[in-house]
């Protein structure tokens, strides 16, 4: 086939077509992904303006918001203008920077999963100790951490992606630029690259959840030791519903990046794209934060406030 030159546009072929099921689902998106913007904007403003939420944990979730954040405004507002408007080309630099940013934030976000997962072992396992084992330098180590492999890993994966030529094809069969679809059309032989990838990909997904596994093991060894009836109650239904949502984003990212080529579907691939991308951000700011009885004080206080102020 044809090389075509670097600088031609990519075709995203998008998520849904024009029918009337489809517009229906492209609505439901839209308000998911605006539910999201707005449920994690909301939990970054609280964290940074009570004092009440100015510690590790807080911050932790502070910054898990932040990656959600960003993570959805790299994906859904290309995404509802290609829609909309009928335009669907990308530019390779547009293609880049989206396999960047969002490889930087969904590989950070596994690590800093992995990071939350330690907090609470701390705060369940050995309360006492909390302040010496999540000191404050040890969270911004680990948080500056996960930014920083995250960042390694698109960095790489973009450079390398785009450095391959390209045969005359220039459609994109998903609604976002992935790393994955996008060596598929490649004209070289990618053999090389993707089993660094894949490898890659294994180690950021394998290693954090395994430091989830052994932290959600041991939580639960001290909760079953707990006397209180109401103290197991309570840690056993925090801790089943983060591992609900560490599992779905896991098992989303493990389905997607892990799974042998010969399992793989174009329509599989972007659905369950958009359900890690779209749809767990907005299960976050619920299960994590909002859940919480600090988190709903602050909401309350803040509320109030607003009150006070539009009353004046």
């Not at 090389?3 to 099921?21: E, P």
Request: hydrophobic share 50%; proline share 4%; with cysteine.
């Amino acid at each position: 086939m044809e090389n075509w030159n670097i600088t031609a546009d990519f075709i995203l072929l998008g998520l849904f077509n024009h029918t009337g099921a489809h517009q229906f689902l492209f609505v439901l998106v839209l308000i998911v992904a605006f539910t999201s913007l707005v449920g994690n904007a909301l939990m970054l403003l609280l964290i940074l303006l009570d004092p009440r939420l100015h510690r590790p944990m807080y911050f932790l979730l502070s910054q898990l918001s932040l990656m959600d954040l960003m993570l959805i405004f790299t994906v859904a507002p290309k995404m509802a203008v290609d829609y909309l408007t009928g335009r669907k080309f990308i530019s390779p630099t547009g293609c880049g920077f989206q396999i960047f940013f969002f490889l930087t934030f969904g590989g950070a976000e596994c690590f800093l999963l992995a990071a939350m997962s330690y907090d609470r072992y701390v705060a369940v396992c050995h309360p006492l100790r909390y302040p010496v084992l999540m000191s404050w330098k040890l969270c911004l180590s680990m948080i500056l951490g996960s930014w920083f492999l995250g960042a390694a890993d698109g960095l790489m994966q973009a450079a390398v992606t785009l450095n391959f030529s390209f045969c005359s094809a220039r459609e994109i069969d998903h609604f976002f630029c992935e790393a994955p679809t996008l060596v598929r059309l490649s004209c070289a032989d990618t053999s090389v690259f993707e089993y660094v990838m894949y490898i890659c990909c294994v180690l950021m997904l394998l290693i954090p959840i395994s430091l989830i596994l052994v932290s959600y093991s041991l939580i639960l060894a001290a909760v079953l030791q707990m006397c209180s009836n109401e103290a197991r109650k309570k840690a056993f239904a925090t801790c089943s519903s983060h591992i609900s949502v560490v599992g779905l984003f896991f098992g989303a990212a493990i389905f997607t990046y892990i799974r042998p080529k010969s399992y793989r579907s174009a329509n599989h691939d972007k659905f369950v794209s958009a359900f890690y991308t779209i749809f767990t951000p907005v299960l976050n700011p619920l299960i994590y934060s909002l859940r919480n009885s600090e988190v709903k004080g602050a909401l309350r206080k803040c509320m109030d406030l607003c009150t006070a102020l539009s009353l004046d």
